[in-house]
């Protein structure tokens, strides 16, 4: 079946286009808010051949495809849906009520789609750190002093530039999600980050001070900031909105952007900045004395209990603060214990295909626990583990186990939204053997906790 016939039928079994409100999709899933639940054949879409799983979760009807997969078989269904679109959300949503389910649903649409920018950024900080290493350059007779200043300055302009206009990108998503027009979203995210501003790093550091205007309002650069640029998106789209409504058609080109980028900046750098900013950093220094608890307390919590987030659709909340770990100093401290739980689900997987005496389980076992190895989780979680539970419950021990470890050796990425065999990219240091270590500790007790009293063979899905 290709990607179009596989559009088709899932179209038909959820009731058709008239019973789709509108659809998009993440790394791994289409995602479908429906109008009527009572019309899909659940039953129907799963025996699909390239469909992993399945479930409801805040609101929408989510079909695990696979990454690579959920893209082609995307484009297929969106023109099938009246023409509704993935960003075809805010006509139909304007009519919800904000809960914490939209909202943590809203919030994951607008970093989605940045984070394969900033695993670029990874990769090129990993190649980097792997190239000027002594160790390495020993190998053909060169020192980290033969490096040419235009290479680093090369390698400088991959690793630093997604991270200095990280409000443009951050800005730019959020008019988009929001209904607002993109361009005014990068422009007002560049302008949180002008050069004519105090860099938010030399302040930091010490090395510059703040602008200080009316006598008590410090303003700065934001260079690496997300809450800001998030609520600065959020609030200017609104304004351009609310512009557009009410300004004739004939000044609508000169007047509706003008003051949406004056109210927008002025909002920003005086009331948003300031404030979010500081509640940013707040997040960020609890999200660190919760990993660096003694005794590896926090990586063990972390670890064990990090992959309820993927079943509550909240782990798109990790996103913000690994982005804004990475922002701040170059590291991101929830990625080497998060892999471990991903690891553990492979290892319970893995156990349960080998055990496992029915067919079925078998085919969606094995390349599910490949799946987890590359760092996606879902059709092990939903196709497997968690519809067995205990094999949940093992992966969730075995990731804990791991976690404590990665927080005992502290381990930490130069990048982000790599796990697993993929993740080691992130890792090209002196870090990597304990990476390696880690992984392969949360993969073997989830798979011997699984193994030994976590399945038996009978069971079958």
């Known amino acids: ?43 129907e879409v799963e025996a699909l051949d390239k469909v992993s799983g399945s479930f409801f979760n805040f609101g929408q009807y989510q079909i695990i495809l696979g990454t690579g997969v959920v893209n082609k078989v995307y484009e297929e269904f969106a023109p099938l849906v009246d023409g509704q679109t993935a960003n075809s959300t805010e006509e139909t949503e304007e009519k919800q009520k904000m809960t914490f389910q939209r909202a943590i649903r809203i919030f994951g649409d607008v970093f989605v789609p940045i984070i394969p920018v900033l695993v670029a950024t990874g990769l090129f900080m990993g190649l980097r750190g792997l190239l000027t290493q002594e160790a390495v350059l020993g190998v053909v007779g060169l020192t980290p002093e033969d490096i040419p200043q235009q290479f680093l300055l090369f390698t400088q302009i991959l690793t630093d530039t997604a991270f200095a206009f990280l409000p443009a990108l951050v800005a730019w998503s959020t008019f988009r999600i929001f209904g607002g027009t993109p361009i005014l979203g990068i422009v007002l995210g560049l302008m ?102 003694p005794f590896g307390i926090g990586g063990l919590v972390y670890g064990s209990f990090g992959q309820l987030l993927g079943i509550f659709g909240i782990h798109h909340i990790l996103n913000f603060l690994e982005i804004s770990m990475l922002a701040q100093d170059g590291w991101n401290y929830l990625n080497p214990i998060g892999t471990c739980g991903n690891m553990a689900q492979a290892g319970a997987v893995l156990a349960v295909a080998i055990k496992t005496i029915s067919p079925k389980m078998k085919q969606i076992a094995f390349p599910s626990a490949l799946s987890a190895m590359l760092g996606i989780t879902e059709p092990a979680v939903f196709g497997v583990t968690l519809r067995l539970v205990k094999p949940f419950v093992m992966s969730m021990i075995g990731g804990g186990v791991g976690g404590f470890l990665a927080s005992i050796f502290n381990l930490r990425a130069n990048g982000m939204a790599l796990t697993g065999i993929p993740g080691t990219l992130l890792y090209l240091n002196e870090q990597l053997p304990l990476y390696l270590l880690v992984n392969l500790v949360a993969f073997g007790v989830a798979f011997g906790l699984t193994w030994t009293i976590g399945y038996k063979k009978e069971q079958e899905l």
Do not use: W
Request: aromatic residues 8%; hydrophobic residues 50%.
């Open 192 to 293: 949180l980050v002008n050069s004519v501003l105090p860099n938010a790093y030399e302040v930091g550091q010490q090395a510059a001070e703040p602008l200080v205007f009316f006598g008590f309002i410090k303003v700065v650069g934001y260079q690496g900031s997300v809450l800001p640029a998030f609520v600065t998106g959020i609030l200017g789209s609104k304004i351009e909105i609310f512009l557009r409504k009410r300004i004739p058609n004939s000044l609508d080109l000169i007047l509706t952007p003008f003051l949406t980028l004056l109210i927008g900046l002025t909002l920003a750098l005086f009331i948003v900045g300031p404030i979010f900013h500081e509640v940013e950093i707040g997040v960020l220094h609890a999200v660190e004395f919760l990993l660096n608890l």
């Open 1 to 43: 079946m290709n990607y179009k016939e596989s559009a088709q039928k899932i179209l038909e079994f959820v009731g058709g286009a008239e019973n789709v409100q509108s659809v998009t999709h993440c790394s791994t899933r289409l995602r479908i808010i429906i109008k009527d639940q009572e019309k899909i054949d659940v039953k």
